[in-house]
């Protein structure tokens, strides 16, 4: 899966240190509430499009990823800066609530310009 690979401090040619984003959406095809995410997703990534890359992972497919990031339910999203992880959320919320959410992560009060 290509990195998306932004900027630190937002803005292009000023830090000498490059951020990538991945987000991980594990998810379940039995999982009712992993398909009512779906369209939420979505919106979260159209707003993220420029700045995250999303990788969906079937945890019925994939028991590595799932014991690396201590999976324990579904739907859960874990968001990586640089392969480390930044921020969790179990289950899902309203696209503006994670929006939000992920926003403080990747662009904390001290680093918005």
């Given at each position: 899966m290509p990195q998306i690979t932004v900027p630190c401090c937002g803005k292009r040619n000023t830090c000498s240190t490059m951020r990538n984003f991945r987000l991980l959406d594990f998810?379940?095809?039995?999982?009712?509430p992993c398909k009512w995410s779906a369209p939420i997703v979505e919106e979260v990534m159209a707003h993220f499009k420029d700045v995250i890359?999303?990788?969906?992972?079937?945890?019925d497919q994939?028991?590595?990823?799932?014991n690396r990031y201590n999976i324990r339910s579904v739907p859960t999203f874990v968001l990586l800066e640089n392969e480390k992880e930044i921020w969790r959320m179990n289950g899902f919320d309203r696209a503006s609530a994670m929006i939000?959410?992920?926003?403080?992560?990747?662009?904390?009060?001290?680093?918005q310009h």
């Open positions: 998810y379940a095809t039995w999982c009712e890359a999303l990788e969906k992972i079937d945890i994939d028991a590595e990823s799932v939000t959410a992920i926003n403080g992560v990747i662009n904390p009060p001290h680093e």
